[in-house]
């Protein structure tokens, strides 16, 4: 016989989540709301291992006041997100893979 959890209520519980009042929108996780909340682009940009790169992402896109190239507003930014951070890790691959410490064995 299987057993099941028991949930434990956070906010009763001896150092829990008391009297933390973030509300996060739940359309906004999905990536649809430009510009998203710099909060939520530092969560993801760390659930993907590169959060210093968070802030680089968040500036490039200020200035260009979250539109494309061809000036057209952009509709989910964590497809533009995924791309940046493709392109971001690429990048360090090849400046750790260039450089005059690294060592070809």
């Not at 959890?5 to 009763?12: D, F, G, L, V």
Request: hydrophobic residues 35%.
């Amino acid at each position: 016989m299987k057993r099941k959890a028991k949930r434990i209520n956070q906010s009763n519980k001896a150092g829990g989540l008391k009297n933390q009042n973030i509300v996060i929108d739940t359309n906004e996780s999905f990536g649809f709301n430009t510009p998203p909340n710099d909060l939520i682009v530092k969560i993801y940009f760390e659930q993907k291992g590169v959060g210093e790169a968070a802030e680089y992402f968040l500036k490039e896109q200020r200035q260009l006041d979250w539109k494309t190239s061809s000036n057209k507003r952009i509709h989910n930014w964590k497809v533009l997100a995924s791309d940046w951070i493709f392109n971001y890790m690429q990048a360090e691959k090849y400046r750790l893979r260039t450089s005059k410490f690294c060592s070809m064995n």
